[in-house]
Nanobody, 124 residues
């Protein structure tokens, strides 16, 4: 099993920045180098892919809507994955979820482990 806890959400003005963090724990996470991803769900929208990083940290992939503005990274010594979000816009307002999988994927159905989510609100 894997437990994921997100933190770092909040209210920010358009053009501002936030750094989200996700701390992982559990025997399964320790045993495998799991891919870690961020998804988000805006008001009235379906959950959507944001970014993913491989278990080794050697590769990343971003949705086009955040490419060049967001950066995903991981610190395996601390069992954390971070999402640095810059140049935030009102359309980035959403609940952001951390997810873990043995599969490197942008599809939510590939991820069996999810955090509770953290709210990000960007005001105009």
């Amino acid at each position: 099993q894997v437990q994921l806890v997100e933190s770092g959400g909040g209210l920010v003005q358009a053009g501002g920045s936030l750094n989200l963090s996700c701390t992982a724990s559990g025997p399964t996470f320790s045993e495998y180098a799991m891919a870690m991803a961020w998804f988000r769900q805006g008001p009235g929208k379906e959950r959507a892919f944001v970014a993913v990083i491989t278990g080794s940290g050697s590769s990343t992939y971003y949705d086009d809507s955040v490419k060049g503005r967001f950066a995903i990274s991981r610190d395996d010594a601390k069992s954390t994955v971070s999402l640095q979000m810059n140049s935030l816009q009102p359309e980035d307002t959403a609940v952001y979820y951390c997810a873990a999988s043995r599969i490197y994927s942008s599809l939510s159905r590939s991820y069996p482990y999810w955090g509770q989510g953290t709210q990000v609100t960007v005001s105009s």
